[in-house]
């Protein structure tokens, strides 16, 4: 998912102890320099340089510098890592020997590439994998998406075990294969920040989602899922046929939303409505000329028949726009959602994605360390619970790289993460009642109770002996 730029406000320290009894702006000062200095006198000693160059993404372009990197990347790092700890509510349960011992946490996700070269450092020393890609390679993408939510979770539940498993793009069913395998493993939790819009009805239904539910229900497993960085790129609401031939109209006269892609990357422009009884077409055109891109298909491989998408890699220099027409049956509403770039009309509110649109999902959105919505978290309530369920505050720091990890991806782990730690003192505790617990330890942020923009609150873990 495209991160947006950090935010450059600086913290008000003041709204801080408020918002943290006890927590002083002296004591960050003290615990940030006492940090500093003994990590700058083990780290002089310890740290080789890094080796290789660095990619685009903030990655070691070679695996002896990926391998060079697993250990502690900057002293910066780990002050950061102390302040989001304490933040959690997580180190009075650590001081106590609360560390996720017992508990297995499985992240799904499509990003391992260089997964050996973190154990024992940014992962535990052992993970259990799998990989339900019809090829069987977990490693198949190059991506380390993954590594960095299970470096979020190993930070918060040291002593917690991890699983890894990736499944085959575009087919729901290896997904559930992955979520049923985990469950199998001895699973408890379920910690996922990958979103796939067409596998629901942007609604929080469908039949992806009641076999999901089913079988978390079964095993009595809780799934944490990232809300989604789309607020900025989706749009939903009634059909309204007033463009020329039966094309919405984004505004009056307007059958056309731009669409700004983030780069080279493909371009994904994913359509859902209901009913599902509708027919609709979709468009990529050429925002110039008019001449149709590319046109929406039917995903293959699972029983949403109520969606189509349109996939591209965007020329350079080229503007592109979305059109949407109803063909026939009742016109309904309709979602838009775009992976790889920005749509000029959009609406914010109900732009959460699949699984995170589901009732038995906990739903995790982002926050900046003034705990204002970061603004491409995407909002409920389209589900058939109050969403989101949580919020995070992004970006979380890596011990392995010099780019913090951001957006909900980075938000979602740190609840998993939380989770396993309340679940390795209650062991005996059902699923149901870790998510009670999430959601009354909560510090509500925005309007008084749930809303929709930040859900119950900011995740953070209660008081030790509560």
Known sequence: ????????????????????????????????????????????????????????????????????????????????RVRQLARLGVRPWHEQGRLGAGVKVAVLDSGFQGYRDHLGHALPSHVAVRSFRADGRLEARDSQHGILCGEVIHAIAPQADLLLA??????????????????????????????????????GGGPVHAQLQQILAEADVLMVAAAGNTAQRHW??????????????????????????FGGERVSVELIWSPPQSRYELEVCDLDSGRVVVTGQAPPHHGNAACLAARFLPVDGERYSVRVRHRDGPSGRFHLVVLGGNLTYRSERSSLAFPGDGAAVVTV???DAELERMPYSSCGPNSKAPKPDLVAVVPFSSNWRNRSFGGTSAAAPQVAGLAAVWWSAHPTARAAQV?????????DLGPEGHDHETGYGLAQLPPLND
């Open 236 to 261: 939903s609401g009634p059909c309204n046929r007033r463009g020329r031939d039966h094309y919405h109209a984004w505004a009056e006269d307007c059958i056309d939303n731009p669409l700004r892609p």
């Open 1 to 80: 998912m495209h991160t947006p730029p950090a935010p450059t406000q600086p913290l008000d320290s003041d709204r801080s102890a408020r918002r943290w009894p006890g927590l002083c702006p002296l004591f960050w000062e003290c615990a940030a320099a006492l940090v500093v200095l003994v990590g700058l006198w083990w780290g002089l000693g310890q740290l080789d340089p890094p080796t290789g160059p660095i990619n685009e993404q903030g990655m070691p372009a070679t695996a002896a510098a990926s391998s060079a990197s697993t250990a502690p990347a900057s002293v910066i790092s780990t002050s950061q």
């Open 365 to 367: 959105g982002a926050v």
């Open 435 to 443: 998510r009670r617990m999430l959601r009354q330890a909560a510090l």
């Open 166 to 203: 990736n499944w085959e793009p575009d087919q729901p069913d290896s997904f559930l294969r992955a979520v049923r395998w985990a469950a199998e493993q001895g699973a408890r939790i379920i910690s996922c920040s990958m979103i796939m819009p067409t596998w629901s009805d942007c609604e």
